[in-house]
């Protein structure tokens, strides 16, 4: 029970993301679908909240920052209803995963694009990726998870 608590308390901190899907475009690209609110956190001098999209790049797993902010976001007539979305283009770079991080710059869980392009033999391993070590860094049994409930293949 104690664990429950402790996981509740720092999950406060992370409630800066109102909204969070993703939806994997194969490997090409990738939608991160969030609240008009999520957009707020780059305003009144507080840094905006962030993702790190994991690609292969020249055989190596690169982090690619994106930011969310009102310049970054876009809506889609017909999709997602009217909530904002921030695209990101992998451009010839095939996209692996996404790690999604609190108002605090804390990673705290992930999404790996489970299309087949992202698993065919000799792609690399996004584990190895210079950001998944954010997802260990404050205790590695409680953030290294998947944010599975939240992601959309398509």
């Not at 939608?31 to 790049?57: A, C, H, K, M």
């Not at 990673?107 to 698993?119: L, P």
Request: proline share 4%.
């Amino acid at each position: 029970m104690l664990g429950l608590g402790a996981i509740g308390a720092f999950a406060g901190s992370a409630a800066a993301w109102n909204e969070f899907a993703v939806d994997f475009k194969g490997c090409s690209s990738v939608w991160i679908i969030v609240s008009p609110s999520d957009l707020e956190f780059g305003t009144d001098g507080q840094d905006p909240l962030f993702v790190n999209v994991v690609v292969e790049r020249d055989g190596d797993a690169v982090c690619e920052k994106v930011e969310f902010t009102e310049d970054t976001a876009t809506t889609i007539p017909g999709q997602y209803g009217d909530s904002p979305v921030v695209k990101f283009d992998g451009g010839g770079d095939k996209i692996l995963a996404v790690i999604k991080y609190n108002q605090n710059q804390f990673a705290i869980c992930y999404v790996e694009n489970e299309n087949r392009c992202a698993h065919t033999p000799n792609v690399v391993d996004w584990l190895d990726s210079d950001c998944y070590d954010d997802l260990n860094i404050l205790d590695e049994d409680r953030f290294n998870n998947p944010c599975s409930e939240q992601a959309f293949v398509g």
